[in-house]
């Protein structure tokens, strides 16, 4: 049931609907509106993309709907987090991401809920994100050459100073990042 969760590649759409619902329920067009508010600097998504992806999380019982009338006009289906849809949202939030490729997506998104949602955890996650940048770093150190050693050292240098900037950088921005986000309005 939770394989497209975790085996995702890409832009989290998924958890990033959960994220938001586990703020507030909403409708669609609010979802996709709040979406673009809070993670639009990182990334866009499709209306058609998100209403896939509701469908697909109210599929999975993660996500489900009721009905709200309204004085102005039809009733609304407004989406809500089950159980398993918040318990699969903290499963994705609190884990360091593996690859270089998903720092700027992934874990931005991680950050920017976990600063909003769960303020206390945001310490143990930017930690944990260290320690595999550490292994990383280790990894590319044990790393042998290939037929191109001149291009095999390029590119190891290229990824080592990619991992330490982003390391520096958590490093550097700890203190500011693990205080709540004011309040979401």
Do not use: C
């Not at 709040?34 to 996500?63: N, T």
């Not at 004085?71 to 609190?94: K, Q, Y």
């Not at 303020?119 to 790393?143: E, G, K």
């Amino acid at each position: 049931m939770m394989e497209y969760l975790s085996g995702s590649r890409g832009f989290p759409v998924e958890h990033a609907a959960l994220g938001f619902l586990l703020e507030r329920p909403m409708h669609g067009y609010a979802l996709r509106m709040r979406i673009e508010e809070g993670l639009g600097p990182l990334w866009r998504i499709a209306s058609s993309q998100l209403y896939q992806v509701i469908h697909r999380l109210e599929k999975d019982g993660l996500v489900h709907r009721t009905s709200r009338t309204t004085s102005a006009g039809p009733s609304r289906a407004v989406l809500h987090v089950t159980e398993p849809g918040a318990a699969a949202f903290w499963a994705w939030a609190g884990e360091p991401v593996a690859t270089m490729r998903d720092v700027r997506v992934e874990f931005a998104a991680k950050l920017y809920f976990t600063r909003r949602l769960r303020p206390h955890a945001v310490t143990q996650l930017i930690d944990r994100q260290i320690s595999i940048l550490d292994q990383m770093q280790n990894h590319i150190q044990a790393q042998g050459h290939g037929d191109d050693a001149a291009l095999q050292a390029a590119w190891q240098s290229l990824q080592q100073s990619t991992i330490d900037n982003f390391s520096r950088w958590l490093r550097t921005h700890r203190d500011v990042l693990q205080r709540p986000k004011e309040a979401v309005s």
